[in-house]
């Protein structure tokens, strides 16, 4: 599904450079849920970035489902990330001048041909238990109902590949519960989920983790459904 | 056929507005404030140009010839219709007639009135010679049935009274026959009669009148002139003034550049006005524009985020503006175009020159260029926010905080 070689992002401020991903090398297969863990820094959310192709990297390529998305252009980019990428991110990241419905229904702006596009917009409200929010506004919600709302957009599109970045970061205990429950849901239909997060805690859910720390990736911690050794805690 | 209900690319552009209402209400001011003057400088001129085009047919002469000392005023006739009444010092009637190049000359007199019923302020009356007249005959051909007769008038079009009324000038009683169109020019603010009743007013005036009016007898006021085909109205003009001395002779041209050398202070101040605005303006709206590009940021990485091209978010950026300056200009354009009819007398009192409402395709035209340049401002205002846009990192700015 993505496959990542040698990828490199330096930042230069002019003084100095940060060199915020470090050639790293990652394979996400279908179906998978990967979860990346690491601090505040360490580089996983600029690599969750370029996996995307929101950030350019500075050398190292993406592939997604086989396409070198680093010799495409920004529309072909863009046109590959409403039709194959959903995001969810750690702040709700819902406009708040348009419905819940609306909202719900903005990335069936970047897929044109995209038909029933209320009908899959309300179902999967429905989906995620916020049926009855259709006409409410962003502002109305709380936090875990705001959050479900935004992962019910990133499945708007029927995309292959579901990214979250730090999704449960700013959620209590039982939010961040339900929230990942919903992720568990839909790996367990066959989505494939790429996120990032600091929370060792959630490394349950996934079935691969990678630990990133000062821009390098490695892969050492396997997941509670595999059976796979003991959990720990990254340094 | 579109999907029923799916969010539209209109909405977006419709809540985003509705979000920033106070923002783009200042917005829509500044188009209003420059599609108004820029409009506003083209009804003027196009309607002053109109209106002597209107006007010079409307006297059917290629030369008018005044007394020299009477000139000014004579000129003030003819493009405001400020009463005055003035005659040459000898009749030179005869001898314009005789001149090379003269086909057709008809004299005229002209006499300021007293305050009539009518009207707030004395009017010009214009007495002709039915005969050979070229000022009102034509109107008179046009109007089958109508006849300038004994005690007859022919009023214009600024003037209050009704066809089959009456009006009293220097206590006669005159009989309104025909209203003429209006022009724009002195025309609307005169009154036509015959030479003849002119001169049974004149002598009555003593005992009807509070005033005596007094008209020399044999003496006109001005000479409208008809060059023959082929010769040159400037030609013509030129051996009026030297053969008949104390003559100095109108021209349509001539009245044309002094018309537009009146306007100029006006046009100049407009049209600067108008450029002073758009100056200020293209930054202005650019940093406002900027601000909103700035504030919106998060917005735009998360468009960016769910699949929208830089492309998408321009445009997006680009259709607010754009209907920014829609509804800027066409309030601005829909206020100057009301403000300048309804004050239409008045800005040509204030500024003493003919106006008339140009025709509506000149307020289309004129309509389209200051929305056009609107348009074009809103345009070039966009352009640092859409480099903004484009120099963005839109991973970066979602992870920094929340949309």
């Known amino acids: 599904m993505i496959e990542a070689t040698n990828l490199t992002r330096i930042f230069s401020n002019g003084h100095s450079e940060v060199r915020a991903v470090d050639k790293v090398h990652l394979e996400v297969n279908r179906g998978e849920f990967s979860m990346i863990l690491g601090r505040s820094g360490s580089g996983k959310s600029t690599l969750l970035g370029m996996l995307a192709g929101l950030i350019r990297p500075t050398s190292g390529t993406v592939r997604i489902k086989g396409t070198d998305i680093s010799s495409l252009s920004d529309d072909l980019i863009s046109e590959l990330r409403a039709r194959e990428i959903g995001f969810v991110f750690q702040f709700s990241g819902l406009l708040p001048t348009i419905t819940v419905i609306d909202n719900l229904m903005l990335p069936a702006l970047f897929y044109p041909g995209k038909t029933d596009v209320r009908k899959r917009a309300l179902g999967l409200l429905d989906r995620v238990g916020l049926s009855d929010r259709a006409d409410a506004y962003p502002g109305t919600l709380s936090s875990g109902e705001m959050k479900r709302v935004a992962i019910a957009r990133a499945l708007s599109n029927s995309p292959s590949l579901l990214i979250a970045d730090e999704p449960t970061g700013d959620l209590d205990v039982d939010t961040e519960f339900e929230i990942m429950e919903l992720f568990r849901q839909l790996n367990g239909e066959g989505m494939t989920i790429v996120m990032v997060t600091h929370n060792p805690d959630l490394m349950r859910y996934a079935t691969r983790i990678y630990g990133m720390e000062q821009g390098r990736l490695a892969e050492g911690f396997h997941s509670v459904h595999t059976g796979h050794g003991p959990m720990e805690p990254l340094h | ?403």
């Not at chain 2, 209402?21 to 003057?37: D, E, K, Q, S």
């Not at chain 2, 409009?39 to 030369?63: P, T, V, Y």
């Not at chain 2, 006109?220 to 008949?244: D, K, W």
């Not at chain 2, 409402?357 to 609107?374: K, M």
């Open chain 2, 1 to 403: 056929m579109g999907d029923p209900g799916a969010f539209t690319f209109s909405r977006l552009i419709r809540r985003n507005l509705a979000n920033r209402l106070y923002r783009n209400i200042a917005t829509i001011f500044v188009f209003a404030l420059i599609a108004a003057t820029f409009f506003s400088a083209q009804f003027l001129l196009n309607g002053a140009e109109q209106s002597l085009d209107k006007g010079m047919s409307r006297m059917g002469a290629d030369i008018l010839v005044l007394p020299e000392e009477n000139a000014m005023a004579g000129q003030n006739i003819l493009l405001t219709g400020q009463p005055t009444s003035f005659f040459f010092a000898d009749s030179g009637f005869e001898r314009i007639s005789n001149i090379p190049g003269v086909a057709e000359a008809s004299p005229e007199i002209f006499i300021a009135t007293l305050f009539a019923s009518c009207c707030a302020a004395p009017v010009q009356m214009i007495a002709i010679d039915p005969e050979n007249d070229f000022t009102v005959s034509p109107w008179l051909a046009e109007n089958a049935g109508v006849k300038l007769g004994q005690d007859d008038i022919i009023i214009g079009s600024n003037i209050i009274q009704n066809v089959g009324k009456d009006l009293m000038f220097y206590g006669h009683n005159f009989h309104v026959v025909g209203i003429l169109d209006p022009t724009g020019m002195g025309v609307d603010n005169s009154v036509f009669t015959r030479i003849e009743d002119a001169y049974v007013m004149a002598a009555e005036s003593d005992t009807k009148a509070v005033r005596k009016l007094t008209i020399p007898e044999g003496k006109v006021s001005a000479v409208l002139v008809r060059v023959e085909p082929g010769v040159s109205p400037s030609t013509v003009a030129t051996r009026v003034e030297e053969e008949i001395p104390g003559t100095e002779t109108i021209l349509p041209d001539g009245l044309l550049s002094a018309v537009k050398g009146q306007m100029v202070a006006m046009t100049t101040l407009l049209y600067g006005s108008a450029l002073a605005v758009t100056i200020i303006a293209i930054p202005l709206i650019g940093v406002v524009s900027a601000m909103v590009a700035h504030e919106r940021r998060r917005e735009v990485a998360l468009l960016r985020a769910l699949g929208a091209t830089r492309r998408f978010v321009i445009r997006v950026m680009l259709a607010e503006s754009f209907v920014l300056a829609i509804i800027g200009s066409l309030m601005g354009i829909g206020a100057a175009a009301g403000f300048l009819i309804i004050y239409q007398d008045y800005i040509t009192y204030t500024l003493q020159v003919p106006l008339i409402i140009p025709s509506a395709l000149t307020l289309l035209a004129g309509g389209a260029i200051s929305l056009f340049l609107a348009f074009g401002i809103a345009g070039v205002s966009s352009l640092y926010p859409a480099y903004l846009i484009i120099h963005s990192e839109p991973f970066d700015i979602i992870r920094k905080g929340g949309v």
